[in-house]
């Protein structure tokens, strides 16, 4: 069975410019979170989707945003980037909703 | 909200012996936790789960511990070999989100 997958493995842009991250969940999967995992700092819970709704968001500015889509795959877009947005954006998915969460490997998002 | 830290950002242990990681968290509504297992470039890996209702729960050379009194939980792992050199954190929830421990970095000395 294939875990979750993210797209892409490294992205590199400039102060100013839009991010978009994919994310494709466990086949059966209908939960789907994103996190911020800056350096030296544990995961920051940043989004959670769940049958296609927003069900939560962490404590992130608005230029933080996403979707999840019918197939339940997910993108996380990112607006106006600054420095400190560098980090890896992990996501995850649950078969239930707040339950075990798998992680994917993850997009290494670097602002110049 | 919830916060949750890890005893120790380090530690060492020899091949052979048993490994301890300790967690510990503020919010006596989170009834469900989680370690995780993140090797470096790699995304965290689901090593054990347990839920508020039991104290112990065992796998494959890993246990957890819970400690609901004293908001606690630990992670037990038994001959402890290279391969589990990693960051270990665990991630508490209550119901709503996930909160996430910054994590111990496990090297095990051959």
């Known amino acids: 069975e294939a ?9 590199i842009k400039t102060r100013g410019q839009q991010a978009t991250l994919r994310c494709s969940p466990i086949s059966g999967h209908t939960s789907v979170y994103w996190y911020q995992q800056a350096l030296g700092l544990g995961l920051q819970f940043l989004l959670w989707y769940d049958e296609g709704e ?3 968001r962490g404590n992130f500015p608005p230029r933080f945003s996403g979707r999840q889509f019918p197939n339940y795959s997910s993108e996380l877009n990112v607006n106006a980037l600054e420095l400190e947005d ?8 649950s078969l239930e909703a707040q339950r075990t969460q798998y992680f994917g490997p993850g997009t290494r998002l670097l602002v110049l | 909200g919830e916060s949750v830290g890890l005893h120790l950002p380090t530690l060492s ?3 052979g012996d048993n490994s301890i990681i300790n967690c510990a968290y503020s919010n006596s509504a989170s009834d469900y936790f989680i370690w995780y297992k993140q090797e470096s470039g790699k ?3 689901f090593i054990i789960d347990i839920r508020s209702n039991m104290d112990k729960r ?5 246990t957890v511990l819970l400690n609901k009194t004293v908001k606690h939980l630990s992670l ?14 665990c991630a508490a929830n209550d ?6 421990g910054t994590g111990t970095s496990l090297t095990v000395i051959p």
């Open chain 2, 76 to 89: 037990q792992i038994a001959a402890t070999q290279p391969g589990d050199s990693a960051v270990y954190f």
């Open chain 2, 43 to 45: 995304g965290p890996q």
């Open chain 2, 95 to 100: 119901g709503n989100q996930f909160y996430f």
């Open chain 2, 58 to 62: 065992q796998g494959q050379r890993v």
């Open chain 2, 13 to 15: 242990v020899q091949e």
């Open chain 1, 86 to 93: 560098s980090a890896l954006y992990l996501c995850a998915s």
């Open chain 1, 3 to 11: 875990g979750v997958t993210q797209s892409p493995t490294h992205l």
């Open chain 1, 54 to 56: 927003e069900r939560n």
